[in-house]
């Protein structure tokens, strides 16, 4: 019998700093197979093109993307893959959008 993954539901992240690191996590509900790997795909909303697409294995339900792999002042959307020990994939997430920013520098002077 074929394992049928669920497709996972990848969580909001607020603004962040392109410079540092980011953590995507992802939920999944009624999967019968043991999760072992998932790929995030970010694009540029304004026209579409993938700018980000590394598959990563982990039991963690997270997928953790480097410094400067993006843009700041630049507006995304992100899905999310999953895979099964057998290299059975699961239906694309539905896309989240983000932004990026440069982290704000706060100078008090007395």
Not at 17 to 22: R, S, V, W
Request: hydrophobic share 35%.
């Amino acid at each position: 019998m074929a394992v049928t993954l669920t497709r996972p539901t990848l969580l909001g992240v607020p603004a962040f700093d392109a410079t540092k690191e980011q953590i995507f996590t992802f939920a999944v509900q009624g999967a019968t197979a043991q999760v072992v790997a998932n790929k995030l795909i970010i694009r540029k909303q304004d026209d579409n093109t993938t700018v980000y697409e590394a598959k990563q294995e982990s039991f963690k339900y997270q997928h953790n993307v480097a410094a400067n792999k993006l843009t700041n002042n630049t507006y995304y959307s992100a899905t999310v893959i999953i895979y099964d020990a057998e290299g059975n994939e699961s239906p694309e997430s539905l896309p989240i959008q983000f932004w990026c920013y440069t982290q704000p520098t706060i100078t008090i002077t007395n």
